[in-house]
């Protein structure tokens, strides 16, 4: 079974940066598009950014130019490195991956941007 282990969340006041980390544990075969999203409270999880293998990236209209999203395939890890953090990005982020035709999630990770 796979799992999937977030890093780097936090608080962190407007303006700043982080960067958050995920990788798989367990079994990895035909590890294709891996992905962010996030779910601020009282709202619905959306896609915050996603990169395939090959490494194509798309990203949401919030956190273009902000955002950047990149992947080492000999890891396994995909980064989301966060910049001009806004108080509107607070919520848990959570990492997304797709090996064949299984959709895994990670925990989730909190992070708080203060104003």
């Known amino acids: 079974q796979v799992q999937l282990v977030e890093s780097g969340g936090g608080l962190v006041q407007a303006g700043g940066s982080l960067r958050l980390s995920c990788a798989p544990s367990?079994?990895?075969?035909?590890?294709?598009?891996m992905g962010w999203y996030r779910q601020a409270p009282g709202k619905q999880r959306e896609l915050v950014a996603v990169?395939?293998?090959?490494?194509?990236?798309n990203y949401a209209d919030s956190v273009k130019d902000r955002f950047t999203i990149s992947r080492d395939n000999a890891k396994n890890t995909v980064y989301l490195q966060m910049n001009s953090l806004k108080p509107e990005d607070t919520g848990v982020y959570y990492c997304?991956?797709?090996?064949?035709?299984?959709?895994?999630w990670g925990q989730g990770t909190q992070v708080t941007v203060s104003s």
């Open positions: 990169i395939t293998s090959g490494g194509s990236r």
């Open positions: 367990g079994s990895i075969f035909r590890l294709n598009a």
């Open positions: 997304n991956a797709i090996m064949g035709f299984s959709i895994n």
